[in-house]
């Protein structure tokens, strides 16, 4: 129908009644028309809106998975290389007990609480692992399936946004209305997602307020001792005065025999004691603690851990068939060995005092979450804020849809009427 045939139609009449006739139709025209352009506007406009938010929810799914994933690893991490070095420490515990430099080794009560400590080491260290491993796995769980869900409440939106936008485009009135009732129960259903995951990204968010809380405030027993559990304090305790007692003996041993045995001339008679040492005296090691396990400073003339082995090479000799130096030296070849390795033993262990004491306060599970707070927490508000957003345009934009798809199918139907009434009214005023 357009405006000249109607017009042409409304003057060929040419009389009140008709030129009432068609301004009636004019106007209903024009409103008509502008009703049908309007709709399906407003169509495309929220099948646009509900394609958006499909893809904000799917990106920031994606996303928010990552970033999920991330701190776990993350944290994980952190428990594995606290683990490893826990093991290291029970290692050079194991190692100290089999040191023997010319003969001499750790006394034998130092021997057995090695044995001991070594068991509860291995156990702390296998808890912390297996518990946050454990931990990690349950929370991804949880976290694969919400993803799922979430994809596929987008890919379903998504195909009923277009399925909608399809029927009513083709003016499938009858399709439509099924894919209202269906609509209608996803976005209801949606909207109650959306509430649940409201509450969830408040979980999250009190969860990174809780780990600067807990930071500021350590003894506190939060939620968070499941995900990053501090060592048992008494082991930690324990580790740390046992691997410094074994390296405060180790020293000692191996600064008896230089003492007693290397930087004294025997006669060829004392056998074992004499091995033909001579020159200059061996210089003994920097004990780096006392007896009762308080630090203590290097004496003049002592060599440190550090650099022991590279000190004593200078006083190796050369060792005849008989195995008594035949150029002037204190240590044969065999005895420096013996002795590296108790530098060795006696460092290593010395190196993780600061280890063990950040054991010992938990401040490696302080430091993880600082690093969580700070480099994680951001992106997983971030991306959770994102979900949120796209699990309420998605379902807005759906319901606003269904209501166009209904508007729209029936302004095109009612369209198709009145071309149809039209084309008949057109015959009628041609037969005159
Ligand atoms: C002992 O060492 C000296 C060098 O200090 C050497 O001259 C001598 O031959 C050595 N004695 C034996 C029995 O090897
Ligand atoms: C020190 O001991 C550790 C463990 O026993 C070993 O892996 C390392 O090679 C040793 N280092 C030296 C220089 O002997």
Request: aromatic share 10%.
């Amino acid at each position: 129908m357009t405006f000249t045939s109607t017009l042409v139609a409304g003057i060929s009449a040419m009389n009140t009644t008709g030129l009432l006739w068609v301004l009636r139709r004019l106007l209903s025209l024009s409103l008509l028309q502008s009703a049908y352009a309007l709709s399906l506007i407003f169509l495309i406009l929220f099948t646009i809106a509900a394609i958006a938010g499909c893809v904000v929810l799917y990106t920031g799914q994606g996303k928010f998975h990552g970033s999920t994933t991330d701190t776990l690893d993350y944290a994980v991490s952190k428990a594995d290389l606290t683990a490893e070095n826990l093991r290291n420490v029970s290692d050079y515990l194991s190692a100290a007990k089999k040191i023997s430099v010319d003969s001499a080794i750790l006394p034998l009560d130092v021997q057995k609480s090695i044995d001991d400590i070594d068991r509860k080491i291995n156990s702390s260290a296998s808890t912390l692992s297996h518990q946050t491993a454990d931990n990690k796995e349950k929370i991804q769980h949880g976290l694969d399936r919400m993803r799922l869900a979430l994809i596929i409440l987008a890919a379903v939106m998504l195909f009923l946004a277009f399925l909608g936008f399809l029927f009513s485009i083709l003016g499938l009135q009858c399709l439509v209305y099924t894919l209202v009732i269906l609509g209608w129960i996803l976005v209801t259903g949606t909207f109650i997602l959306c509430g649940v995951f409201h509450l969830l990204h408040n979980v999250a968010g009190d969860a990174c307020v809780a780990m600067d809380q807990w930071v500021q405030n350590p003894t506190a027993h939060t939620a968070l001792d499941d995900i990053l559990p501090c060592v048992d304090n008494a082991t930690a305790q324990e580790t740390l005065s046992r691997s410094k007692n074994v390296t405060h003996q180790l020293v000692n041993v191996v600064n008896g025999v230089i003492n007693n045995v290397f930087n004294r001339n025997f006669p060829p008679a004392l056998a074992p004691l004499y091995f033909n040492q001579s020159g200059p005296l061996v210089p003994v090691l920097c004990n780096p603690f006392h007896s009762n396990l308080t630090n203590r400073d290097c004496a003049f003339g002592e060599v440190t851990l550090h650099n022991a082995t590279e000190v004593w090479k200078k006083y190796i000799c050369k060792v005849s068939g008989s195995g008594v130096c035949s150029t002037p030296g204190r240590l044969t070849p065999q005895f420096y060995t013996q002795m590296s390795a108790a530098v060795n033993v006696s460092y290593g262990l010395y190196r993780y005092g600061p280890f063990l004491v950040n054991l010992q306060d938990c401040t490696f599970v302080r430091d993880a979450f600082t690093d969580i707070s700070h480099d994680y927490c951001p992106d997983l508000r971030h991306y959770s804020q994102w979900i949120y957003i796209g699990l309420v345009i998605v379902p807005a934009a759906v319901m606003l849809s269904l209501i166009f798809w209904v508007i729209y199918a029936r302004e095109r139907r009612h369209r198709v009427y009145t071309k149809q009434y039209d084309g008949r009214s057109e015959g009628q005023y041609k037969g005159r």
